[in-house]
Structures are given as structure tokens and as C-alpha cells.
């Protein structure tokens, strides 16, 4: 698999992620499952908000300032919250070339999410952060064998393809991204694989009507619009 850096790339979130004071430490990642242990007997809460280090081996770990963005999705996993390349039992972090992929792709899945619960109209804040990714990540992007992966709904292949790839210890895919298919999109599948310091950017807040998301702001624009959203 060919090695691919992009010195940028663009994820965007939900504002309720906590920082995690043990991934900006200087201590030895390797140690990370002693520590958390220590300080969940005294504090319950830290293991939570640390998640399941397991997941992620001690080589694969970072720390170090922001480290706490970039360990988050992959400590925090759960078949819960399937994705496109995995079924949920670990962590992805997504991103994309460019700012609109990371727009596009989070619209679709606040849509899914607000209509699947039936959400009454309401407006949900986000940011953005931004990294260089390097890794030998499997690029899928013209190549037919893989084009299932990109079915628009549909994740069993994809999912298949992430799960083989990740217990190889693979780095991750690049693949076009469905929801702004003129850029592409990536799935990290370790932390090891950012580029520290994550820059926290953009604020945005999604407006939802009760059916769609309609427009998106971005806190700290001179003009102060709501942009429409398609």
C-alpha cells in the first residue's frame, strides 16, 4: 500500500468531547492502563472519560498536547455507533481533504441522527480540527473492486473490507468521500497516524427544521449568515 501524507486534513465534531488530562502527559503510553487504573479507584469518572485503552496498543498511542482529540475516537468505540469502515468493536477517525467533505459528511449523520429520533427543530454546535495524517493507507478511491464501499447507504462491504485491514494492523483507507464526491475522505485507523498538535478552527452550528438540516453558521464570520444547506 502506497504511503500518502496530507499535510492537512479536515474533521468535524460535536463541542462534547472532554479533554483527557493523561494523553497530554509525558508519560509513557505504555503506561496508560497502570495510571487509569490508579485514578479511576479514586475517581470512577476518569476511566469514562479515558475509554477502553485496550483498543488501541501501546505502539499505536500518542500523547503529548491535543493528544486527548486524537485518542478520543478510538478509545471510545461501541457497536453503538457502527460507521462506514468499522462495525463499532474499535475506533475510526474520519477526515477529508478539505473542510467541505468534514461539512458534508457530519450534515449527513446529524440529519440521520435528529430524524431518526425525531428530533423537533433545533440547532446543535460543532468545531472543526484540523491535522496532517501520514500513513500506508489502502487507497480504494478508482478502483472497481472496491466500489461497494462507496454504496451510499449500504456499509456490509465496507465494513467487511475495515475489519480484515484493521486486525492486519493496516493503516487506514482513502476513498472518495459519498457525501462531496469531489474530494476524498480518510479512515484512520490509529492514532499514530495524526500529526500532532490537532489545530482547534471553525465553530459551526447545524440548524434542523424538524425533517432536514437547513442551513449552518460559522461562528466568528464578519457577516454573521446562515448558510443554506442543500
Known amino acids: 500500500m502506497p504511503a500518502i501524507t496530507w499535510k492537512k486534513s479536515y474533521r468535524i465534531i460535536r463541542t462534547v468531547y472532554p479533554p483527557v488530562d493523561l494523553f497530554e502527559d509525558?508519560?509513557?503510553?505504555?503506561?496508560?492502563?497502570?495510571?487509569?487504573?490508579?485514578?479511576a479507584k479514586l475517581n470512577p469518572r476518569v476511566r469514562d472519560e479515558a475509554g477502553d485503552l485496550t483498543l488501541v496498543p501501546p505502539h499505536r498511542r500518542i500523547a503529548g498536547p491535543t493528544a486527548s482529540m486524537a485518542m478520543a475516537p478510538f478509545t471510545h468505540a461501541s457497536t453503538a455507533r457502527p460507521s462506514r469502515f468499522s462495525d463499532g468493536t474499535y475506533g475510526?477517525?474520519?477526515?477529508?481533504?478539505?473542510w467541505e467533505v468534514a461539512l458534508a459528511e457530519t450534515a449527513h449523520h446529524f440529519e440521520r441522527f435528529m430524524?431518526?429520533?425525531?428530533?423537533?427543530?433545533?440547532d446543535a454546535d460543532y468545531r472543526e480540527l484540523i491535522c496532517g495524517i501520514a500513513g500506508n493507507f489502502l487507497d480504494i478511491r478508482q478502483n472497481p473492486t472496491y466500489?461497494?464501499?462507496?454504496?451510499?447507504?449500504?456499509?456490509?462491504?465496507?465494513?467487511?473490507?475495515?475489519?480484515?485491514?484493521?486486525?492486519?494492523?493496516g493503516d487506514g483507507i482513502i476513498y472518495t468521500s459519498v457525501r462531496w464526491p469531489a474530494a476524498s475522505a480518510a479512515a484512520v485507523f490509529w492514532p499514530n497516524l495524526l500529526r500532532l498538535p490537532i489545530t482547534q478552527a471553525r465553530q459551526f452550528r447545524y440548524r434542523w427544521d424538524g425533517s432536514r438540516m437547513t442551513q449552518y453558521f460559522v461562528h466568528g464570520e464578519a457577516d454573521r449568515v446562515w448558510h443554506s444547506w442543500p
Open 115 to 122: 430524524r431518526a429520533t425525531n428530533e423537533p427543530p433545533a
Open 92 to 98: 475510526v477517525y474520519y477526515c477529508g481533504e478539505t
Open 147 to 169: 466500489a461497494a464501499c462507496h454504496a451510499p447507504e449500504t456499509w456490509s462491504a465496507s465494513q467487511t473490507l475495515g475489519r480484515t485491514l484493521h486486525a492486519n494492523d
Open 26 to 39: 509525558v508519560a509513557d503510553p505504555a503506561d496508560w492502563d497502570l495510571l487509569v487504573s490508579a485514578e
